[in-house]
């Protein structure tokens, strides 16, 4: 019976005292950021209003994965795109000839297309 009890009382320990193998992580994803360049002062402006009114994380990209055994082992990754990536994005989708430089035409649509 006093073996039980002792049993008893180090499970409710154990829990209580949240004994559990806890880990959480936030992992940032970075890329270098692209060289690119502008056709003129107008482009560029351009771009970057564009930029700016998507919010600047329109293809920011969040992901959590969550792996867990009740009591005994929990495990949170949290992925989260960086800044580069959101800029480097922006910059694929408006330089539509991937040239690496954005004429005023392509500002002009890319605002247009974010605009809406």
């Not at 969550?66 to 922006?90: C, R, W, Y």
């Amino acid at each position: 019976m006093k073996t039980v009890l002792s049993l008893s009382l180090l499970v409710v320990a154990f829990v209580a005292g949240n004994g559990c193998i806890s880990t959480e992580r936030t992992t940032y994803l970075e890329a270098e950021r692209l060289k690119v360049s502008f056709e003129n002062e107008a482009a560029g402006r351009m771009f970057y209003e564009a930029l700016s009114k998507s919010g600047g994380n329109a293809k920011r990209s969040e992901s959590t994965t969550e792996i867990s055994l009740p009591i005994i082992f929990e495990h949170k990754q949290h992925t989260v795109d960086g800044d580069n990536m959101v800029f480097n994005a922006a910059v694929r989708r408006c330089d539509s000839n991937g040239d690496g430089r954005i004429t005023e035409q392509e500002a002009q649509i890319y605002l247009a297309s974010v605009s809406k």
